[in-house]
């Protein structure tokens, strides 16, 4: 935990409710915001959650759901990896690595773990699309702006 530099200023909270909150627990939660800020961030940076211009909203949740199993392997694999450090980064033991860090050495677990899928089978060459047609416009959906 960083030192202050200064003193300490107050931090004040609103609660609606019929019992108020236990000060440690409403604590804990204030401080956990900072590894949320940086999940969101890591989402955003290194898996790329908002590159793709996607047309549904369901298509936005399955999306944002595979992100959060990506981000489980790199949880799980964890231990399995051997760090691929660049130059300027210090060296971390396994246990302490990053999942920025399990990112950049996954590639080197990938051949180790298999695949389930056989080989594809060649099935020639396909039609294609008849001469002279082409596919309609994809649908749109207008982005939810909320007006305060």
Not at 74 to 103: C, D, G, I, Y
């Amino acid at each position: 935990m960083p030192r202050p530099t200064k003193a300490p200023v107050p931090l004040w909270l609103w609660w609606w409710g019929t019992l108020p909150p236990d000060l440690a627990t409403v604590w804990h939660i204030y401080i956990a915001r900072f590894a949320i800020e940086h999940l969101f961030r890591f989402f955003k940076q290194a898996l790329k959650w908002t590159v793709p211009k996607l047309r549904s909203p369901a298509s936005a949740d399955r999306w944002t759901w595979l992100l959060i199993l990506v981000y489980a392997q790199l949880r799980l694999a964890q231990p399995l990896v051997q760090e691929h450090r660049l130059p300027w980064h210090p060296p971390v033991a396994t246990e302490k690595l990053t999942p920025a860090r399990v990112r950049r050495a996954f590639s080197s677990l990938l051949p180790t773990l298999g695949s389930p899928v056989s080989v594809p089978k060649p099935c020639g060459l396909s039609p294609g699309r008849p001469k002279n047609k082409r596919s309609p416009p994809a649908k749109r959906f207008p982005a939810s702006k909320l007006t305060l």
